[in-house]
């Protein structure tokens, strides 16, 4: 397994960015990323996805447009730029690594401790 450490998280008003980092200890370019979220009271859903080339990417409907996944291998990091914040986007934020690009929980192997997200009014 890989180990992840998610930052950047915090506090923006409704329209700001915010941009998340997720660290992996090791063998990072072999990896499919992904993010998730979970907000209070509701299960955990798929946010967005990259492939370990870094060449394909995968959103939720909710999100496409907003926010954008990319990586740098170099760095063993894997970004999530999130753009036009909305209050409905307030959550914890998980990075997860699997074997293959997919959207579903169970394709990843490997989570980070979360980061949170607050968006306010």
């Known amino acids: 397994q890989v180990q992840l450490v998610e930052s950047g998280g915090g506090l923006v008003q409704a329209g700001g960015s915010l941009r998340l980092s997720c660290a992996a200890s090791?063998?990072?370019?072999?990896?499919?990323m992904g993010w998730f979220r979970q907000a209070p009271g509701k299960e955990r859903e798929f946010v967005a996805a990259?492939?370990?080339?870094?060449?394909?990417?995968y959103y939720a409907d909710s999100v496409k447009g907003r926010f954008t996944i990319f990586r740098d291998n170099a760095k063993n990091t894997v970004y999530l730029q999130m753009n036009s914040l909305k209050p409905e986007d307030t959550a914890v934020y998980y990075c997860a690594a699997g074997w293959a690009l997919r959207t579903n929980e169970g394709a990843f192997g490997s989570w980070g401790q979360g980061t949170q997200v607050t968006v306010s009014s």
């Open positions: 990259i492939s370990w080339s870094g060449g394909s990417t």
């Open positions: 090791r063998l990072f370019s072999t990896y499919a």
